[in-house]
């Protein structure tokens, strides 16, 4: 029971943070440094992790398969002028993938060293803090951004995976950081949230199958705990998503922004002032 209780847990944090621009990855860094709470180590977490990601995945899959759908029916249209409209946007999407995937590769070791809170190592706490601010102000200023025709080009699609590319840094959120650029460049709301998880799929399926090379047995597969943190994932990744394009429509995403920093102020506060607090303290 406490092992499915565990998961459920780290499902919905999963769900809840892959889409809501407030940086996953960020949040488990402080999670792990100040309440000493992780996915654990060896192939068991690594089999959770890949769930996690396949789940959130799955619910992107869900929200916007009317779009997959008529890009994939467009790719193979009769008619020219949808057809390579179509690919256009596929190729879009292919080249704002490519930065993020040449720095993965490129940089692997030191990306690690980013997310090590091991002996008690708080420079990732600090980096994840940093950049939350990063987040913050880039929500701030995308919301300062009006005008343009709101299309979206292949300079733009590449400088969106460019800061892509920079989101891999703990504290900078995917989504968060990939729809402000958007905005930045005034491609329209709905078109930047869409290509924003047109580019999360790449982007979590990716990451599910670099991590599933690390799992050594699949035979635990279909436990009740992961069924748990499937489920749990799935479920609130589709609520989280829709929630933020909900605040997108609106204009409201630089709310986040204010949740971030006041994460970064609190966290950095409590390294700084108050060490007990660290699981290296306690």
């Not at 992790?49 to 467009?74: C, Q």
């Not at 913050?136 to 300062?144: D, E, I, V």
């Not at 292949?154 to 460019?162: E, F, Q, T, V």
Request: glycine share 10%; proline share 2%; hydrophobic share 50%.
């Amino acid at each position: 029971m406490e092992e499915i209780l565990k998961t459920l847990f780290l499902g919905i944090i999963q769900g809840l943070t892959e889409f809501l621009p407030v940086s996953s990855s960020g949040h488990l860094i402080l999670a792990e440094t100040f309440l000493g709470v992780s996915e654990g180590t060896g192939s068991s977490s690594m089999l959770l992790e890949v769930i996690l990601h396949v789940a959130t995945g799955i619910a992107v899959l869900y929200v916007f398969r009317k779009d997959i759908i008529n890009i994939i029916k467009g790719c193979v249209s009769k008619d020219t002028a949808e057809r390579n409209g179509s690919l256009t946007y596929s190729g879009w999407v292919i080249a704002a993938t490519i930065p993020a995937a040449v720095v993965g590769i490129l940089f692997n070791d030191q990306i690690d060293s980013l997310f090590d809170t091991s002996g008690g190592n708080k420079t990732p706490a600090y980096v994840a803090s940093f950049m939350l601010l990063v987040t913050a102000g880039l929500l701030f200023y995308s919301s300062t951004r009006k005008g343009g025709d709101g299309k979206l080009t292949w300079a733009k699609a590449i400088a969106i995976g460019l800061i892509q590319a920079v989101a891999i840094t703990p504290g900078i959120s995917r989504s968060g950081s990939t729809i402000a650029m958007a905005l930045i460049l005034c491609v329209s709301r709905e078109e930047a949230g869409r290509f924003s998880f047109m580019l999360a799929l790449p982007a979590i399926f990716g990451a599910a199958l670099l991590q599933a090379r690390h799992v050594e047995s699949w035979s635990s597969l279909l436990t009740p705990a992961l069924i748990a943190g499937f489920i749990a994932s799935f479920v609130v990744g589709i609520a989280a998503l829709k929630l933020l394009l909900t605040f997108i429509k609106k204009g409201k995403l630089y709310y986040f922004g204010y949740y971030c920093a006041a994460a970064a102020v609190v966290s950095l506060a409590c390294l700084t002032f108050l060490p007990s607090l660290t699981s290296s303290g306690s």
